[in-house]
């Protein structure tokens, strides 16, 4: 009887954009707690930096961020044609 290599499903990356440092940790460590990979961006403009440049399967953007506000950076992202799920708060 031969073993089959177990399958490994591919993590899921996160990209939380979030100038609150206290939500923001909580945010990141609960989805690292679950498994999967969380990149914490503090300002608009390094959230859209960092969207930009990797390869994110979720958004979760403040509405009101330092240097670029969410809704703004989320419409930036979609006139690129980003198809990055996004869910705003």
Known sequence: MTATAPVIAPQMRILIIE???ESADY???AFREV??????AGDGEEGLSMAESGD???LVVDRMLP???GLS???MLRDKDSR???RGY
């Open 19 to 21: 100038d609150d440092r």
């Open 67 to 69: 240097k670029r506000d």
């Open 84 to 86: 990055t799920a996004v």
């Open 73 to 75: 950076l989320i419409g």
């Open 56 to 58: 994110y399967d979720v």
């Open 35 to 40: 498994g999967y990979v969380a990149d914490l």
């Open 27 to 29: 945010l990141v460590k």
